[in-house]
């Protein structure tokens, strides 16, 4: 089992920046692809990025050049660093652990003001 706690979420205006992190304890491998998603107001969960303990990433076409997700660090945490923040980008990010099985936290919301 792994238990995934997001945090860092908040209220920013446009073009305003947030860190994201995600702490991870349990059953962590090194195998192990820690991903964030967003599921906007009414709309479906998308992907966001995603990192290997290797800092192998991969980024949405609409966060690239604006995001950087960080490798885990010695205690399993994982940063989302959010630039150039715009009103599309609200969200509740949620973190996800995958490694065979999927596993989820329940998200930190981030609200982005005009």
């Known amino acids: 089992q792994v238990q995934l706690v997001e945090s860092g979420g908040g209220l920013v205006q446009a073009g305003g920046s947030l860190r994201l992190s995600c702490t991870a304890s349990?059953?962590?491998?090194?195998?192990?692809?820690f991903r964030w998603y967003r599921q906007g107001p009414g709309k479906p969960r998308e992907f966001v990025a995603s990192t290997t303990r290797r800092s192998i990433t991969n980024y949405a076409d609409s966060v690239k050049g604006r995001f950087t997700i960080s490798a885990p660090d010695a205690a399993n945490t994982v940063y989302l660093q959010m630039n150039r923040l715009t009103v599309e980008d609200t969200a509740l990010y949620l973190c996800?652990?995958?490694?065979?099985?999927?596993?989820w936290g329940h998200g930190t919301q981030v609200t982005v003001s005009s």
């Open positions: 996800n652990y995958h490694t065979g099985a999927d596993y």
């Open positions: 349990g059953s962590i491998s090194r195998f192990g692809v």
